[in-house]
């Protein structure tokens, strides 16, 4: 098997990607604006449902409850969508789902594909392998349009193209869509962006989905979107196809009532999406005439397996995560090498592809608990961080110096003699590093500490020394 | 009340008068203060690192410790939090019903200072002047695991002579995270600067907090950048009286 997350085969360190990224004002300027906009827009929608937290714990239920019966529930939606009259193809992998896609297409004798909302498809690195067999596709949601424009990567779950800023998009567009002008206002780009993608809409007769949700009950598909260009997608072309990952299941039509309420206020302070489109099957002289769905594992029944780390399975890619998290505020997305970036990447790539693969990810927050208190599906992320961090270090794959530092301050803490003498050491070791009262230029990996701060020394006693003294004072 | 100090294992060897500033607001308040000699660590650095096991010893060391105390009291949030949100988990998987049962008892008599002082104390005003102005920043692990809301406010507005200036994103984290501070050293340095930025907008002498951790993250920056903003923990601001500070 072989379960990818996205372009590179195994994911640059964190924090070396993030000294770079740290550096590029540009693109910080453009993550603390767009963040701090979303953030704000969803804290006003958020603030105004007095049923908050109630439908965050409908949600965690349903989620739980669907993941504990997956089996049956992805069987129910394979009854269902084949009785709509679709067709349902199970991927176990990356590589198995993306060849399963390229022969429907070749199968209907087509060379092109109209994409849209399919995260999972950068996951499995669809486009790649669809160039190589010669099949050219075309991304029509507006950000995914503007990433693979720039042949760029996406840098955020919802809005994938979060680091650019409207005179990059600018650039991109004048470039590859061979315009001899074009203005600099959002009217202006988005009418751009209309033509170039309206000639592929009513020309390509395949069309490529993600899915938000797969109703088990009905066989229903259910995609959410902003522009509309969803719906071009969905309902123009002749055939279908949608990539799903298996924890899309959700069991009962009326469960789409708590994550329609969910996800448009957590991922973009909206209400409501402007379009939400669910299909069922065919329907004749209505929309495609054939329709495919892959279901697709790459990783998720692993994830599945893991009791303490299962609840990563309940995440609706809401993004929310990311607009609050501190660290994400900093690097942007590119620092996860993933497509999933941020607070829920750096659980979700990790297990999906291997804890090889993202070794440094778990480790890249700070645990400062924001996104578990956004998460509209209350995953709690830094447990799951920790879990992650302690099979990572069970499994040997901690710095040796690391180990030894943990080695001898749980040997130190284990009692209090110990303790007295460690900190008599430290005292002494700290002289040649001392200076006008402060620890300065620490050796080792503590230089990375007195790089950007001083550290306040050891004081001649320590608070169990002062005790002591007090004690035998007062008792003579 | 008899109320036991657990001053937790960074306090013990790097901010001893944070130690001696609890034992002075909690005597003025006519308590008694015990301290027990063989604690050492809450095992949080080890358990967030992913060294669950030492973590373990040491939650057992602290169990042992303080099975037996009425109240426990520790001047930083974060310790608590690791005992309130991981003892019980930890206690469970070792599988020892006395342990289990030890543990689950003690964890709800372990309280934060400002938690224990208002909380369970009941007070708001500990009789501190204190006459500068003063800013506050909240720890994640106060603000988001213990919920400890406007409990240290309360407790600053009540000193004398104080005036306290509002943090702009207060709920934002500093970039300290333990071992996270060294070992996502670059994107740590970028939350600093943030933070130590709204700190200067606030124009105070001094920032202050529940945790000194983070203290010694902000303080670090501060002293570097010469910026002349002290750091130091609420309870050495609680502690100060008209006549000087006991704790000196």
Known sequence: MSVRVGQAAQAPDFPKAARELVANSQMRHNVRHATDVIQAKRGRVVAEMPDWEQLRTSAKAIKDHTLRHLDSYLEQFEESCTRAGGKVHWARDADEANRIIVDLIRSYGQDEVIKVKTMTSDETQLNVALEAEGITPYETDLADLIVQLGEDKPSHIVVPALHRNRLEIREIFLKKMNLESLGYQPEDLTTAARTYLREKFLRVTVGLSGANYAVAETGTVCVVESEGNGRMCISLPEVLISLVGIEKVIPRMQDLEVFLQLLPRSATGERMNPYNSLWTGVSPGDGPKAFHVVLLDNGRTKVLADEAARETLDCIRCGACLNTCPVYRQTGGHAYGSIYAGPIGAILSPQLQGMEHSRSLPFASSLCGACYEVCPVKINIPRILIHLRSKIVESGGAPLLERLAMKSAAFAMADDGRLGAAHALARLGQLPFLHDGMLKDLPGPLSAWSSFRDLVPLPAESFREWWSKREKGERS | ?248
Do not use: W
């Open chain 2, 1 to 248: 009340m008899l109320i036991s100090l657990f001053i937790t294992c960074y306090n013990d060897a790097m901010f001893p008068q944070t130690g001696r500033a609890v034992v002075a607001v909690l005597e003025r308040l006519g308590h008694t203060v015990e301290f027990r000699p063989a604690q050492t660590c809450c095992g949080q650095m080890h358990f967030n690192s992913g060294y669950r096991k030492d973590a373990a010893s040491l939650m057992r060391h602290f169990v042992e410790t303080y099975h037996d105390a009425e109240v426990v009291c520790c001047p930083s949030s974060s310790c608590v939090a690791m005992i309130r949100e991981y003892y019980p988990e930890l206690a469970a998987a070792s599988g020892d019903a006395e342990l289990i049962r030890r543990t689950e008892s003690l964890v709800s008599r372990v309280y934060e200072f400002s938690e224990l002082l208002v909380d369970k104390l009941k007070v708001t005003d500990v009789g501190a002047f204190y006459p500068h102005t003063v800013t506050l920043h909240t720890s994640c692990h106060a603000l988001r695991a213990l919920h400890v809301g406007d409990r240290p406010a309360q407790l600053l507005r009540n000193v004398r002579g104080l005036t306290l200036v509002e943090l702009a994103n207060a709920d934002r984290c500093c970039g300290f995270g333990g071992t996270f501070a060294v070992k996502n050293a670059d994107v740590s340095a970028a939350m600093l600067s943030e933070k130590v930025h709204c700190i200067l907008e606030t124009q105070a002498e001094a920032c202050t907090g529940g945790d000194n951790s983070c203290l010694i993250h902000l303080g670090g920056a501060l002293n570097r950048q010469r910026t002349g903003v002290k750091t130091l923990h609420l309870a050495e601001i609680l502690a100060s009286t008209e006549s000087g500070d006991p704790t000196s």
